[in-house]
C-alpha cells in the first residue's frame, strides 16, 4: 500500500495563477481532509470530506475549492493563488468519517505563491 | 504546547529522562483527542489517542493523560530516545468531523 501520496511535493506559483494539489489513497477510506500548515500555527483544516460526493468546509476554506468524484482522489483547488496561500499543506484520510480513528497523512505539497 | 508566533515552545531533555509534553485544549464538548509527532520535512504521525471517557491510556513507551476539568492533555514518554526528537501536536475532536490542532511543541533529545 502506498498510503496517502500527495503531488506535485513542491510548486511555485505567481499571483492569480490557479492550480490543483493532488492527493489519492489506496486504503479504502471513507474520510479525506487538506490542512495547512504555517510556521507555529500548528495545522489548520481548510475542507474535508465523508465520503464520495459529499463535502464541507473546514475552519480555513476561502480560496480553496474540493470535489470528491471518487473514494481514493480528493483534489485541492487554488483558483487564484495570492501570498498568503504560501503554505505547506498536507492531505490526510481515516477509514471512517465518524470522528474518531487515526488520520494518515501525505508527505506534504509545498506552494509558494510570489 | 502553546504556540507563540513563529517561536514553537520547546522541551529539552537528557537522553533517557521522561519527557512530558502539555496541551491545553478549547472545548469542553471535545470527545476524542489524538497525539501526532512529525519530524522535519515529514507529515505528522499518529501516537496515541484517548476518548473523552478516558483519563489516562498507555501505549508503547507514550502515555497520555486527560484531565477534563481543567481541559488539559499531557503526553509523557519514557525513557526519551534521540529519534522522538521532533515536534509534537495535540488535536481535539470538536464538531463531529473536524480534528482541530493545537500550536505544537518542539522536543529535543540532547545525547
Known amino acids: 500500500n502506498a498510503g496517502v501520496t500527495q503531488t506535485p511535493k513542491f510548486q511555485v506559483l505567481k499571483t492569480g495563477q490557479s492550480m490543483t494539489l493532488q492527493c489519492a489513497q489506496d486504503m479504502n477510506h471513507e474520510y479525506m481532509s487538506w490542512y495547512r500548515q504555517d510556521p507555529g500555527m500548528g495545522l489548520r483544516l481548510i475542507h474535508y470530506s465523508v465520503g464520495a460526493g459529499i463535502t464541507d468546509q473546514g475552519e480555513v476554506p476561502n480560496g480553496y475549492n474540493v470535489s470528491r468524484s471518487t473514494t481514493e482522489d480528493f483534489p485541492l483547488r487554488l483558483l487564484s493563488a495570492a501570498p498568503s496561500q504560501t503554505s505547506v499543506y498536507f492531505c490526510?484520510?481515516?477509514?471512517?468519517?465518524?470522528?474518531?480513528?487515526?488520520?494518515?497523512f501525505g508527505e506534504g505539497s509545498r506552494l509558494t505563491v510570489l | 504546547g502553546e504556540s507563540v508566533g513563529l517561536h514553537l515552545p520547546t522541551l529539552s531533555v537528557q537522553e533517557g529522562d521522561n519527557s512530558i509534553i502539555n496541551c491545553a485544549y478549547s472545548n469542553s464538548a471535545s470527545d476524542y483527542f489524538i497525539w501526532y509527532k512529525q519530524e522535519s520535512g515529514k507529515g505528522p504521525q499518529f501516537i496515541i489517542d484517548i476518548r473523552s471517557n478516558m483519563d489516562k491510556r498507555q501505549g508503547q513507551r507514550v502515555t497520555v493523560l486527560l484531565n477534563k476539568t481543567v481541559k488539559h492533555l499531557s503526553l509523557q514518554i519514557a525513557a526519551t530516545q534521540p529519534g522522538d526528537s521532533a515536534v509534537y501536536f495535540c488535536a481535539e475532536n470538536n464538531a463531529g468531523n473536524m480534528l482541530t490542532f493545537g500550536g505544537g511543541t518542539r522536543l529535543m533529545v540532547k545525547p
Open positions: 490526510a484520510s481515516r477509514l471512517t468519517g465518524g470522528g474518531t480513528g487515526e488520520l494518515f
